[in-house]
């Protein structure tokens, strides 16, 4: 899965995570009510790594939604993650689809070899 510049919930949903100390922490703690977002977001933070679905995430660092694609690259490996300066535009989005085919998202991972 390829996500740039990812939104995934609202402002004051991605502020409670941040005073929380991220995705880990929060770990969707809070669920007074399930709305599809928090429920995303509890699944993303509770699901170990190896569980996930391979995500690849860009982002341009002054983006509106760069707070979101941050808290999410908490989660990946750095080989999975790429950022750009600029903002939410296609020129940001050209560059990031760029340095991401360069990485070559779509060669499958390398399989452990039993011991």
Not at 31 to 43: H, K, N, S, Y
């Amino acid at each position: 899965m390829i996500l740039l510049t990812p939104y995934l919930e609202s402002a004051g949903l991605i502020a409670e995570v941040c005073r929380a100390g991220g995705l880990r922490p929060w770990s969707g703690s809070n669920t007074e009510t399930q709305l599809p977002e928090r429920a995303l977001l509890g699944w993303l933070a509770t699901t170990p790594l190896g569980k996930l679905p391979r995500i690849v995430v860009g982002y341009a660092r002054d983006d509106r939604f760069a707070a979101v694609a941050t808290l999410l690259a908490e989660l990946l490996p750095a080989e999975q993650v790429s950022s750009t300066p600029g903002g939410h535009d296609w020129a940001s989005l050209r560059v990031l689809w760029r340095m991401i085919l360069d990485q070559n998202p779509f060669k499958p991972p390398p399989r452990a070899v039993p011991v």
